[in-house]
């Protein structure tokens, strides 16, 4: 028995942009004035070079402690922010572990600086190399980096690891095609344009994945690397993977698997056992790390003994007497990013995964398919939403692609709509799909290990539920959200650069009368 | 394997919730839900994991046997600074970066959304404030990454293949920059040229500048203030030069100076980048790393732009204002591989603790601290040159940082660091890596340095070098 789904109401603040909030002279922190020792150097303009002295202070708003914190908590409940029910796809939602974060703000991990002597950081590397460990155990690789501050910048890392091993081998400017398919996530063909290569794009075929032959004939003497995920996002997962792999190392190529969609497949299967020769993991997802609206993130790279030396410095190492240290790869290619990156998260991760241990790392997996599948029966049932490669039978991964095209052709209603009004009943709107949009009106649901049954039982019938309003009042549904903080937000003006406007200047000098208006 | 009871953090992890799904879906066996992969893709060993710690209580004590290991910069004296440094966090700053609504979620609709959105505005509005610009995308991974980003948006505007960048830049954020440069022989490679600087002064050489500028040049880049703590004066003339010769300027700042310092638009920045860490946000190790990249609001730089970017714009309702993705098509996650660069997760959640630690600050904040800093730099400067031995290696127009030159004492900066960590203090970085700088050292002063903490350091020198 599906609940019926309640309306949910947002706080409706009204709040203005804080730049017209405040009143001249107000404070929200001061600083300890100087002792009379260094005040004796004498006035504070002479220690700036006259012709960088700033002559206007900034047009700041000019606030007390508590006015900055009521403004902030208000934006705060002016967020949906996974409240209510979020089962964004491809995002993997999970609760973050307050302890973690109660850890985070202690000054053994808040209060550190990167450039300290290791041996003050002994904690810290012995997370990183724990954790290193664990990634290995998981992934069947020899070793990882944190660097990369995203799953984005890991995919950058690939690429940067492979020009380091293709000048290793005479081959950068030779080999200037990475190859990768329309399903792959847009970072892994950017990031390898951005780094200077040609970029082959497979199209999908029978069975919901490129070909064989096509994978054949995109592979050759100029092919650098394999940039491919498993499964996709519409859960399916590409069986011949083994054979991509080998083909791949066939034709002297290096395949680098994107495991962003690792939580259906944790302790299932092992990138290295497959043949590849490097992967990432997304520790702000699958290891229980905060979104934070995106990021702070890392993105977990590891590579086989062979790529090892080409990774980003430094690494830690551990030391015959048990202590840890950093060292510089032989050929290392430099850094994607300042320090050891958002180390902070790792520790997050680590905890997670201390949390989860082995039995609950299955669990979850297993979770993740189990729901996903339970999901697929309600949403499938549910008139106006299509799933995805219906000729795919068999059970799914853990996420489904569907679309609302019969929707949209019956009614008018689209996915957008369908997920504004969604959030009228305080569920946050669907992740949709990574452009082209393959399948129309798309969304991609995942309810992962954390959701319950009772969640998702919600989830789908509130689906339903404006799936009937839009046949019923297709209205209500296209004008909605009706309970939301503000009204529909019309967005062309921020493509049009006479309207945009990303700081608060820019839209007094375009915007003047409203902007006065939008300050009273 | 199974676990032992429901877990905390998995809802189905009981019996009946496994068994009720698997009746509605009318499968026998969650085993048989993974039907999809080959047998002979799978993994039947045991993950060789370290014990499971499912109760708060056994893994908390075991998270804190781990960062005891630490010596933070609370405990200690720190004087690090160099790319990532210790500014006082206020409470506030720390309880709304932890609010649930914006720490674990991605991101919704631009009504249900309306709050982060707002908070994201006024981030790039007070940011646009402090260096004087119209246009200010959402953060980017670090300072160095920014530095990436701009010099490749000034190549494409441009089509140049040339960065002009001051010799004494930081290595760190140099070695970031040579990655986005691309290396020789990678098909988009930027060389990434040195310009040399005033050996007594620590100013960028303009006839050295004058040598290596031309009509190769895509953007000269340099830093105020520069890595070694010297604020650079000739901005004007620099960024004068660039645009003879249809250059792009590119300028990197620490927003925190910018309540005392000219901000760069104003003396020809084209493009600004800088650090976000020293805007409220905690160091942790580095992590606190953060970055933005800013210009006129100008459609040929907007449309470079590899960042979302976050528009005001107006609602159904008449006079009320909301937020919504600006140019976010030619981002990779709209054109793949033709989009500019990548773009993916980032920074964002530190973007909300910058918003709230600029709005605490405001205008007479930014003065005070920039004052403080100054100050306190240049106390540092004076007593530390008073040491026997230890040279500040500038002395005039100095923000936050000092370079000490310890040649004179005999001892290495390695050493000296050692004997003052055996004192509960953190000596400066070493910049041996750096020519020119062997035996010198970048020490860190900021507000919340005492005089007390540079006599205490200085005392310290003396009792080691001596």
Known sequence: ?520 | MTVESAHPWMANSTPEAKAAMLRKIGAPSIESLFAQIPEDHRFRGTLDLPPALASEVALKRHMLGLLKKNADCETNLSFLGAGIWQHHVPAVVDEIAGRSEFLTNVWGTPMSDHGRNQAWFEFCSQLGELIGLEFVGLPVYSWGCAIGYAVRMAARMNGRREVLVPASMDPERLDVLRQYAEPEGSAGHIAVVPVAFDAATGLLDLADLKSKISARTGAVYFENPGFLGVIETQGAAIAAMARAVGAECIVGVDPISLGVLAPPAEYGADLVVGTIQTLGVHMSCGGGAGGFIASRDEERYAREYPTLNISIAPTVNRGEWGFALSLSHQSSYGMREEGKDWTGNSVYLHAIAASAYMTLMGPKGFAEIGERILQRTAHAANLLGNVKGVRPRFTQGLFKEVVLDFTATGRSVSAINKALLAQGMFGGRDLSDLPGFEGCALYAFTEIHTAEDVRRLATALTEIVT
Not at chain 1, 4 to 13: D, G, N, T
Request: one cysteine or more; a negative charge.
């Open chain 1, 1 to 520: 028995m599906s609940p019926a789904p309640k309306l949910y109401r947002q706080a409706s603040w009204h709040e203005p942009v804080v730049m017209a909030l405040g009143a001249p002279g107000r404070r929200g922190l001061l600083f300890p004035a100087v002792e009379s020792e260094v005040a004796a150097l004498g006035d504070t303009a002479s220690l700036v070079p006259a012709s960088m002295r700033r002559r206007n202070a900034p047009a700041l708003p000019e606030m007390t402690e508590h006015d900055t914190l009521r403004h902030y908590l208000r934006l705060s409940q002016q967020i949906l922010g996974m409240v209510g029910i979020s089962l964004f796809g491809t995002c993997t939602m999970k609760y973050n572990p307050r302890m973690s974060e109660a850890m985070g703000l202690r000054p053994q991990m808040a209060a550190l600086h990167p450039l300290q002597d290791a041996s003050t950081l002994q904690g810290v590397l012995e997370i990183l190399w724990n954790f290193d460990n664990i990634l290995r155990a998981l992934s069947g690789m020899d070793r990882f980096t944190f660097q990369a501050a995203g799953g984005a910048d890991a995919a950058y890392t690939h690429v940067c690891v492979t020009r380091g091993w293709l000048a290793s081998r005479g081959e950068l400017g030779e080999r200037d095609e990475i190859v990768t398919s329309i399903q792959a996530h847009p970072c892994n063909p950017a990031t390898a344009a951005a780094a200077g290569f040609k970029v082959i794009t497979l199209p999908l075929e029978e069975g919901g994945y490129p070909s064989l032959d096509a994978l054949r004939a995109s592979l050759g003497p100029r092919t650098a690397a394999l940039m491919i995920g498993n499964p996709d996002d519409m859960g399916i997962y590409n069986p011949q993977m083994k054979e991509w792999v080998r083909l791949t190392k066939e034709a002297g190529a290096l395949a680098f698997y994107d495991h962003a969609n690792f939580n259906g497949v944790m302790g299932k299967i092992r990138a290295r056992d497959l043949g590849f020769d490097a992967c990432m993991f997304m520790l702000h997802k699958t290891f229980g790390g905060p979104k934070g609206g995106g990021g702070p993130a890392v993105g977990a790279y590891g590579c086989s003994a062979e790529l090892e030396p080409f990774l980003p410095r430094p690494l830690v190492a551990k030391r015959s007497d048990g202590s840890f240290a950093l060292d510089v790869p032989a050929h290392s290619v430099g850094k994607v990013r300042e320090f050891l990156g958002n180390v902070h998260i790792v520790m997050r991760a680590y905890a997670w995964a201390r949390g989860m241990g082995a039995a609950g790392i299955h669990e979850a997996s297993d979770l993740s398919v189990l729901a996903n599948n339970y999901m697929q029966k309600g949403l499938s049932a549910i008139r106006g939403v299509a799933v995805s490669n219906p000729d795919v039978e068999g059970p799914r991964m853990e996420m489904t692609r569907y679309g609302v095209g019969p929707l949209k052709q019956d009614t008018g209603i689209g996915v957008v709509e369908l997920g504004n009004r969604m959030t009228d009943y305080g569920i946050d709107a669907p992740w949709l799909s990574h452009e082209p949009w393959v399948v129309p009106e798309p969304f991609t649901p995942e309810a992962g290990e954390l959701w319950s049954k009772e969640d998702i039982d919600t989830w789908v019938a509130v689906v339903a539920k404006v799936c009937e309003e839009a046949y019923s009042d297709p209205d209500l549904v296209r004008t909605a959200p009706h309970h939301a903080a503000i009204g529909k937000v019309l967005a062309e003006g921020c493509e049009d650069p006479a309207r945009w406007a990303t700081t608060w200047r820019a839209f007094q000098r375009k915007h003047g009368d409203a902007a006065r208006q939008a300050a009273e």
